[in-house]
């Protein structure tokens, strides 16, 4: 069966604190990854997202995620948080065809205190 | 460029009553996919519209959900008649669809169904 599963439901950082949300997935053949992330009142928006290429990818706001093939893993992680960094992501996945639908994790909910 | 827009914001209906929520994708997006949270769960997919056609509905919990998508270009989702394990939140997402980035599927705001 198609899943993703998120690690951690609610995760409390101090601001500049290091942040690494977990994410693994099961889901059959070649796979894109997304990050997607919910900031209070406002819509999901991409984070970033992998298709192929460099496993190692770069998103918007200094997040980045890696691509571990052998361990079903796209671990999302930033240096160092900041308050604004505060919201809920989630990690989803869905075919290397493309026009697929997504299959999404439970999200996890970030808390960054100043 | 306008973004994925869904109406209403929020609605608060009673069991038994019937909503329709609509979705605008962005402009020459040929993808429209519907989605549904249901709180403390995990974001679920409901129907995939190619255009006018629907692509891949196999995420309809049931035939109280009725959805169409008039000329390929917005999309209704109908529930009739609402029950109460409905409410959730109603997302819409669009997508070119034509390899590369354009997979990238775009959200809308969600639409918050309470059933009462």
């Known amino acids: 069966a198609q899943s993703v599963s998120q690690h951690n439901h609610h995760v409390i950082l101090s601001e500049a604190a290091s942040l690494e949300l977990g994410c693994n997935y099961s889901?059959?053949?070649?796979?894109?990854l997304f990050w997607y992330v919910q900031y209070p009142g406002q819509h999901l928006q991409l984070l970033l997202k992998?298709?192929?290429?460099?496993?190692l990818v770069k998103g918007i706001k200094g997040f980045e995620a890696e691509f571990i093939k052998s361990k079903f893993s796209f671990n999302l992680r930033k240096p160092s948080v900041q308050w604004s960094d505060t919201a809920e992501y989630f990690c989803a996945v869905n075919g290397n065809s493309g026009n697929t639908p997504l299959v999404f994790g439970k999200g996890t909910r970030l808390s960054v205190i100043a | 460029e306008a973004g994925v827009t869904q109406f209403p914001s929020h609605s608060v209906i009673e069991k038994g009553q019937t909503v329709t929520l609509r979705c605008d994708p962005i402009s020459g997006h040929d993808n429209l996919y519907w989605y549904r949270r249901v709180m403390g769960k995990e974001i679920k997919f409901l129907l995939h519209f190619v255009k006018e056609s629907k692509q891949d509905e196999s995420g309809m919990p049931n035939n109280r959900f009725l959805a169409e998508r008039t000329g390929g270009t917005y999309s209704t989702l109908k529930v009739q008649p609402a029950e109460l394990e409905d409410s959730g939140v109603y997302f819409c997402?669009?997508?070119?669809?034509?390899?590369?980035?354009?997979?990238?599927?775009?959200f809308g705001p969600g639409t918050r169904l309470t059933v009462t």
């Open positions: 889901y059959g053949g070649t796979v894109n």
């Open positions: 997402a669009s997508s070119q669809g034509r390899g590369g980035s354009t997979y990238e599927q775009y």
């Open positions: 992998y298709f192929s290429g460099d496993p």
